[in-house]
């Protein structure tokens, strides 16, 4: 990704990608998933910006400043690191990714890039990066994912589907379980 930045910023030397990460209340975890993400960015030359809100943000407030965002030139991609606040129910998270740009949704929440992922369309713009890093594990792993047997255990609509997506894209057989499942 580096070297790609340096061959883009000697055709247009005003280019400096940038990256915001939006995060409602202090949860350990994000925050340290957030730290990970400024990290890479600066290893590979990338603009980071964590804009923060309160935890009791509320959903208008959050997707006012996400627009904001989406129709600034500077900014490249725009994260919204889940989960939002006890104010952001399930409903209220959906209106807030998909009011990020299609061409700034890093994370491929935006339905579009999930509806065009399960579909198996060749137009993705973005793939969520911690299913492509499950299909990166397991191609590393040297077994052919093709004509495979998968089986997920997961409840997690940012992880569940688009794994179980990638997986049928490399034609395994994809069982989907959870909890209840017998």
Not at 72 to 86: R, T, Y
Not at 101 to 111: E, N, Q, R, T, W
Request: with cysteine; aromatic share 4%.
């Amino acid at each position: 990704v580096a070297q790609k930045i340096k061959v883009f910023q000697a055709q247009y030397l005003q280019f400096q990608p940038q990256l915001v990460v939006m995060q409602a209340g202090e949860h350990p975890d994000s925050t340290t998933y957030i730290c990970m993400k400024a990290k890479a960015a600066e290893e590979v030359s990338i603009k980071f910006n964590h804009i923060t809100f309160p935890e009791a943000a509320m959903a208008e407030e959050i997707i006012q400043v996400v627009k904001k965002l989406s129709d600034d030139d500077a900014v490249s991609g725009v994260l919204v690191q889940l989960p939002l606040g006890p104010n952001v129910n399930a409903d209220n998270t959906c209106t807030v990714t998909e009011a990020v740009s299609l061409k700034k949704d890093v994370d491929g929440f935006h339905a579009y890039n999930i509806s065009h992922l399960s579909s198996c369309a060749a137009s993705l713009l973005f793939i969520p990066c911690t299913p492509a890093a499950v299909i990166c594990l397991l191609e590393s792993t040297g077994i052919s994912i093709t004509g495979a047997n998968a089986v997920m255990l997961s409840r997690s609509n940012i992880i569940r589907n688009p794994v179980a997506a990638l997986l049928r894209s490399h034609n395994a057989t994809v069982t989907q379980c959870h909890s209840h499942t017998k």
